[in-house]
């Protein structure tokens, strides 16, 4: 099916902003399984705090809005603008609950190489970014370039100053498990100015890639033990902040208790 995003009162830099941004954290398989669950969801995009109203369906979006992030590990990283879409929007697919929508936003930025934090509460300070993709990894400054390309910039020193990577680029959607159709845009805006999305996520043939396991149950668990635990305090800045043992996993189907 067709996704329908309400967008009141977008602009034009707003709706490169956001097709940027979705195009890239589609291509986390986690946050593709859930892509339909957001038709109908209305994103707000402008100089505002990036939050979520999930009873109305609603997120408010800040474009230029990177967090500074502590590993479970204690290393200080920065995520981008377009995770912090990634965490609201799961506010709105499975409720207010922070440790849920934390875990999930874990799982998109290992999918996409980004830092992640041990539990909700372990973040620093906002940081102000050009680049909706613009993220650390590793200790560097990374971001997709115009040509399509992950851009490594400069070292991260553990500031809120951040260096100007570019605005992006609309890149060229990923191949397979998403299909296109040929003889349409991808993305369009109707006569309301909301975005239509006719791509669509297709499951491999043997349903096995992205069907959860044992850990994913136990990972989910994990965090929804941590939503009132401790701000976890950061370790000066390394050159490791996505060298740590992660968890790689996949994505926790519908029918699983929320």
Known sequence: MDVHIQTPKITPTGMSQLVLTLQYIKQSPNFALFYPNMDGITINIGNLPTTALPLSGQVNWNPYQGLQVISDTGILGVQSPAMGLVHEIAHVIFGHNEAQATAFETRVALDLGEPTRANYGATGSEVRVQNVTQHTDNGQWKALDQGGATKTGATYDGSTNAPNMGLGYIPTPPGFPWTFSPTVTTFSWDIKGNLVDKSHWQL????????????????????????????VAALPIELTDAQHDAVQIVGVPESAPY
């Open 204 to 231: 491999p043939p043997d349903g096995q890639q992205f069907v959860p396991n044992k850990f994913d149950a136990e990972f989910l668990e994990f965090h929804l033990g941590q939503e009132d635990s401790a701000t």
